[in-house]
């Protein structure tokens, strides 16, 4: 399942305006009790008025949150805050888990007992999301399958958990009471039972994700760097979305491309992409994740060690850094020299024997096997060993330089 777009949310538009167009008419709006009354909920008891103002409030920043740190034209622009808003978006939705549970808990205790469709739509969700969103934050506990998975899950239950939500406000705003109606059926559960159905829900979920992780990862029997994927399309499959800082995502003529080589460097040098493509090729598999939550499983690279490649330049010895510019202009990142000379780190210029997508950084990008994606500088086209570290892209927003995965846990 791959990513969901935050285009679905203009399938919203006609439920809203539905909506107005109920709340507007006037015969309805005297008929049924408005939108004031349905928040206040006077035979409710204080604290659970107050939850359910607060689950409304931390259910709509939550949905703005998320499709913050989602969108990437959004992130562009949200980079440097875009720290404080995951660890706003990990911190509110634990607060709105605790919320429900105190609400759901206490809901024995009403006159009128809960809704059968609003306990089991929304406990069940909300876990969901629960269940998915700590799977993503801890990003280096799970298994990385199930980072790929809980990642699109996430997004699938918000919208579905947001379309009940926007249901559930209509039928209660129009107090839609039909007795022995099924929308109208309530619980009947005992704490116990109530207890043991949260218990099993969220085995549930992390079944769930454990099983369609495991259908996702390819057979280790079969091995081999080629197994995975053969063609254009399988190769793309690997990242179903693209990210650019600028917004731009530039396309390099394979043939006018020259990679310079320079700074404290014997002799700076340019190389063709065939000259590059001619020395000995590295090929790894490794895990991308990116700090904003979304993990590609088992990436199978291949470039040019960049070790090797600054042999034919040949490092000074002053040099201690080596600074990986984009061709877009902007983007720029570094490593150590020791960090830069770890089996693995190079240069890649395809996926699965399939040159890299335009997108994702054609002819060649950075990968460094261990470190978050933002290390990853696409479509590098010039890189210079310095004496003093270069300030990375995201490091220039706050983000570790030494991007060790798990580094980076905003919030804790
Ligand atoms: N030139 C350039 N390289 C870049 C970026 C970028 O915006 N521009 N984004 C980085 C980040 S934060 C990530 S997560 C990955 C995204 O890789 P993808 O677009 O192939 O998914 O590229 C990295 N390299
Ligand atoms: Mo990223």
Same mark, same amino acid.
């Given at each position: 399942?791959?990513?969901?777009?935050?285009?679905? %949310?203009?399938?919203?538009?006609?439920?809203?305006? &539905?909506?107005?167009? !109920?709340? =507007?008419?006037? +015969?309805?709006?005297?008929?049924?009790?408005?939108?004031?009354?349905?928040?206040?909920?006077?035979?409710?008891?204080?604290?659970l008025r107050i939850v359910h103002v607060f689950l409304l409030a931390s259910f709509i920043v939550l949905?703005?949150?998320?499709?913050?740190?989602?969108?990437?034209?959004?992130?562009?622009?949200?980079?440097?805050?875009?720290?404080?808003?995951?660890? %706003?978006?990990?911190?509110?939705?634990?607060?709105? &888990?605790?919320?429900? !549970?105190? =609400?759901?808990? +206490?809901?024995?205790?009403?006159?009128?007992r809960v809704r059968l469709v609003d306990w089991t739509l929304v406990s069940a969700g909300s876990l969901f999301l629960g269940v998915s969103g700590y799977v993503l934050w801890f990003d280096t506990t799970f298994p990385v399958y199930w980072n790929a998975i809980a990642f699109g899950w996430h997004g699938w239950v918000a919208y579905a958990l947001l379309a009940w939500l926007l249901v559930h406000g209509f039928l209660r705003t129009f107090s839609f009471q039909r007795s022995g109606h099924p929308l109208n059926w309530r619980v009947d559960f005992t704490r116990r039972r109530f207890l043991s159905m949260g218990v099993s829900l969220v085995g549930a979920s992390f079944g769930l994700l454990g099983l369609a992780g495991m259908r996702r990862r390819p057979?280790?029997?079969?091995?081999?760097?080629?197994?995975?994927?053969?063609?254009?399309?399988?190769?793309?499959?690997?990242?179903?979305?693209?990210?650019?800082?600028?917004?731009?995502?530039?396309?390099?003529?394979?043939?006018?491309?020259?990679?310079?080589?320079?700074?404290?460097?014997?002799?700076?040098?340019?190389?063709?992409?065939?000259?590059?493509?001619?020395?000995?090729?590295?090929?790894?598999?490794?895990?991308?994740?990116?700090?904003?939550?979304?993990?590609?499983?088992?990436?199978?690279?291949?470039?040019?060690?960049?070790?090797?490649?600054?042999?034919?330049?040949?490092?000074?010895?002053?040099?201690?850094?080596?600074?990986?510019?984009?061709?877009?202009?902007?983007?720029v990142d570094c490593l150590s020299l020791q960090q830069a000379r770890v089996r693995g780190v190079m240069l890649a210029y395809g996926i699965a024997g399939e040159p890299l997508p335009g997108r994702g950084g054609f002819p060649l990008r950075l990968v460094v096997p261990g470190m978050y994606g933002y290390k990853s500088v696409k479509w590098v086209d010039r890189v210079v060993a310095t004496a003093e570290p270069v300030t990375g892209t995201w490091e220039r927003q706050g983000y570790p330089a030494d991007a060790y995965l798990g580094s980076v846990k905003t919030g804790f």
């Open positions: 399942m791959s990513v969901p777009s935050p285009v679905y %949310l203009w399938g919203l538009v006609p439920l809203g305006l &539905l909506g107005i167009g !109920l709340l =507007a008419h006037k +015969s309805l709006a005297v008929r049924w009790p408005a939108l004031g009354d349905w928040l206040r909920r006077r035979t409710w008891p204080w604290t949905m703005l949150s998320g499709v913050a740190i989602y969108l990437p034209d959004l992130h562009a622009v949200l980079l440097p805050w875009l720290q404080t808003i995951y660890a %706003l978006h990990v911190w509110l939705g634990t607060a709105f &888990l605790v919320a429900l !549970l105190i =609400a759901l808990l +206490s809901s024995p205790r009403l006159v009128r057979d280790p029997t079969s091995g081999g760097v080629d197994s995975m994927a053969t063609s254009d399309a399988a190769a793309q499959w690997a990242f179903p979305e693209h990210y650019s800082y600028t917004g731009i995502y530039p396309e390099i003529d394979p043939v006018g491309f020259r990679l310079s080589i320079g700074g404290l460097v014997e002799h700076p040098v340019t190389m063709r992409l065939e000259e590059i493509r001619a020395l000995d090729p590295v090929m790894i598999r490794s895990n991308f994740h990116c700090v904003t939550g979304w993990s590609v499983p088992d990436v199978p690279w291949d470039g040019i060690a960049v070790e090797a490649l600054m042999a034919h330049a040949g490092v000074l010895p002053q040099a201690r850094y080596l600074a990986f510019y984009s061709a877009d202009g902007v983007y």
